[in-house]
């Protein structure tokens, strides 16, 4: 009896983390951001937007888990399963948004970085114009400082994105503890 | 658990990574194609758009090895998921290269009217405002074959992923029938 109470509240709790987490988390990486942003007076570096989606990330697949071990619960008691459903496709709905827009970011990050590349001579040279001779750009050569400020950070967030949807999609195809 | 078991749950997650490294792959062959289109904008030949039309696209081929790379994962997560176990994984990998397969397809449409529209009516003038025929041999390369591959890259995902998902279904439920 005692046994059967614990575990009917442990399910009310993973309830009620199935939906809270990934908001408490939405929460503490856009808080996290404007802390740093206010702190350094300046916009946010591509790795502190590496941070803010793991922090997302890590909320809804962690808010998949719980929301799918009350509806396993549920399940096997043959109880009422609206919420525990509820939760469940409340994570699955942030999970694909979330990815969704992790992997854009990653790649219009990748290519504003490739762009980069592009150098235009400063306002000094500009003066050739009016000689008639246009203005040509020069492409610099990849180097390591590009490598790590622009292009790992891109990758780095694709990464999360694919990981993120592999423990999502995992999570929430747990099986109820007897089947598995 | 036993081994059988243990082995499909396995399959299943191979089935649910592979599309997701295909989309890694997918991204590197992106960004080197960004690369190598910016050698045509904004190298020897810049502001020469009848030259850069002359010049062979490496970025157009990159695209494609990468959408391929992409498809060619999307189909086999589809077949390995064919053989699971009814469960939920199975539900959800086989769903999710679904989805996998849709998106392949969609880009794979885009990138060949996209291909076909930046190409299809430009022309190139010289310096008295003469229209210019271009090289042949390097507007096939650029336009027509990319178009062609694509096309060929389709045909290959939906035969892969529907059609012999069909045939492997018919031939079940016949020997089913046959006992």
Redesign the interface.
Known sequence: MAKSVSATTAAQRNLGLGFSVPIVAGVVALILGLIISDATRTMLDIWIWVLIHLILGVGVVLGTRFATASFNFGLARGSKLGAAKGARNLNLVLGIVWSSIV?IT??TK??EA??R??VWPDSSVTGAVKQGH?I????EP?TSVQFWQS?LPA?VL??IA?VG??LL??E????PRDQ? | ?NDAGGKRFGRG?VA??LP??G??VF?VF??LA??SS??VT??AN??NYSAQQNQFHLDIYLVLAGLAALGFSAVTARKLSQGLDE???A???NG?ALVAVFVVLIIATIYGFGTFMSNAFQTSVDSNGHSIAPNLMVRVLNVYLPILLDAALMVFVILKAFVGRATADETTEGESANG
């Open positions: 992997i990653s790649f990748a290519m490739v762009q590349s592009v246009p040509k750009p020069t492409i990849f292009f990758f694709l990464v694919c949807i592999f999609l995992s929430r195809a747990r099986e598995e | 658990m997650q649910l990574a997701l490294a989309l890694l991204w992106v960004v960004q690369f910016l050698y904004y190298g810049y502001d469960t939920r994984l539900r959800a990998v999710f």
